[in-house]
């Protein structure tokens, strides 16, 4: 993922993706509530409040959303400093109608909880704890400080103090709550969709690859007729001007150009003519490349089949896929960069099941990880050790969850373990991390229908 994509879908800019129409909605509704909890308070309970000061700090929310609607456009987008300003000023007066009616013997004290959860899922983390320090501020000073509730006939409505002392608790202890929850939910999503994002770009791009191979072998395959009459004409031309040197060295030089043309569409057009045969091939052909990238880097990567299956059988056909491909290949990476010296590639298949294992005989997984690997940003620390092997890698588990998602969309179930950890030879084995991937055969296979009845007897060819 480059990264323009990953600062532009960033956790971090949450906050300037908040429309300023949003915000405007929000605080209409808002405003209605509080009318409606004021004509209440006047028809329903007859309580004695100073509706006036409760109306002049009403009115300084329409105040400011009219100005919003008439100074700025519509489809504005906030910065993180102009939500923060928004959800402030929101949270402010709140408070200060909360004051003015009891402060927290009023229950819809509880309210201050809102802006402060709003600011936790989709402001910073710096603005969320500003958020939160300022409420629990305000709060603390309308427990002591407040104008009471007062009905008709001069009654004062309050708690008795340890209630009132609840309350206080209770909104402290939710704003935290919320605070924490809301923002450690709204992290996760946002990495979840980073890492989702990331892998469809991973599986854009192999599938990019896997046309431009189709493309470039077709283009070899037209192309190869001119390039070898070309090459014909110019050998004719060389014989012809052989009592010609200086014409004769341009004819070889056109013979040699037409023979690296020749070489090179070759090269490209390697990983296959777009045919149906190149749609699937051998199990044994798809793990090979996978593993190709990672085949030259000091590293030896075996293929094996596993110890009970039948040497006889051969191995599957099963569908080309650029998912199937990339995901092996993310895992295969994983093992190289991981192993001391070797890794394993053993596959096994029956009747209804493929199943591969993928080994090395590195240190494996870190144990306190093992039960979230395949999550995305998974990450520990690293010493100087894993730099030195790991030059560039962050750590942070995004490929282990790509390769994890592409298989499964695939219809494969991975389970990720350790190894023995301690050689039992001279010989190398796998003593790191273990990597299973097993699949439904029929989900994969590109010849599902492996047993099937004769075709009849050959059609008679008359002459």
């Known amino acids: 993922m480059s990264d323009f994509s990953a600062n532009l879908i960033s956790e971090e800019n949450r906050g300037n993706w908040i429309r300023l129409r949003t915000i405007i909605m929000v605080r209409w509704i808002a ?19 100073e509706y006036g000061y409760c109306l002049l700090v009403v009115g300084a929310s329409v105040v400011v959303n009219l100005i919003a609607m008439f100074v700025f456009p519509e489809n504005k987008l906030l ?17 200060l109608l909360v004051f003015l009616t009891g402060g927290l013997n009023n229950p819809f004290s509880i309210l201050v909880i809102g802006p402060v959860t709003i600011s936790a899922a989709v402001l910073s983390v710096q603005s ?20 009471p509730l007062r009905t008709a006939e001069g009654f004062i409505l309050s708690k008795p103090d340890l209630f009132l002392f609840g309350t206080w608790a209770a909104i402290v202890i939710s704003v935290l709550f919320s605070s924490l929850y809301s923002r450690r939910v709204v992290s996760e999503m946002s990495s979840m969709s980073e890492a989702l994002a990331a892998t469809q770009m991973a599986l854009a791009r192999e599938q990019k690859l896997t046309d431009l191979g189709g493309v470039v072998a077709a283009a070899a ?3 190869g007729t001119p390039l070898a009459t ?25 013979r040699d150009q037409a023979n690296r043309c020749r070489e090179i569409l070759h090269s490209m057009g390697r990983a296959g003519k777009d045919d149906l045969h190149m749609h699937t091939a051998p199990l ?24 009970g299956q039948d040497p006889f059988d051969l191995p599957p056909e099963i569908q080309r896929r650029p998912d ?65 092997q790991r030059p560039g890698y962050e750590g942070m588990g995004l490929g282990l969850f790509i390769a994890k998602t592409l298989l499964e969309r ?19 084995s796998p003593t790191g991390a273990i990597i299973e991937v097993s699949w439904p055969r029929a989900r994969i296979d590109a010849t599902p229908a492996r047993h099937q009845g004769a075709l009849g007897e050959n059609p008679k060819i008359e002459a």
């Open 79 to 95: 910065s993180e400093r102009e939500n923060l300003s928004m959800i402030l000023f929101d949270l402010l007066q709140l408070c």
């Open 284 to 307: 044994s052909a798809i793990l090979e490349e996978a593993a190709e990238p990672h085949t030259d880097r000091g590293k030896a990567v075996h293929f094996e089949t596993s110890e």
């Open 128 to 147: 969320t704890v500003i958020m939160a320090s300022i409420a629990i501020a305000l709060v603390t000073v309308m427990l002591p400080f407040h104008i």
């Open 230 to 254: 070309i090459k014909l004409a110019s050998a004719e031309l060389l014989d012809e001007l052989s009592d010609r040197p200086d014409l004769a060295e341009d004819a070889a030089l056109i």
């Open 221 to 223: 395959h037209e192309l």
């Open 31 to 49: 405003v209605a509530g509080q009318i409606a909890a004021l004509i209440a308070a006047y028809l329903l309970f007859s309580l004695e409040l």
């Open 324 to 388: 199937i491909i990339h995901g092996l290949r993310n895992l295969i990476q994983n093992a190289v960069d991981f192993a001391r010296e070797n890794v394993w590639v053993e596959s096994a298949w029956s009747e209804d099941r493929i199943t591969l294992r993928i080994m090395d005989d590195g240190r494996g997984f870190p144990a306190h990880l093992l039960g979230r690997i395949g999550d995305p940003f998974v990450s520990s620390r690293r010493n100087e050790r894993d730099r030195k």
């Open 410 to 428: 695939s219809g494969a179930e991975l389970s990720f373990a350790n190894g023995p950890g301690v050689g039992s030879g001279a010989s190398p």
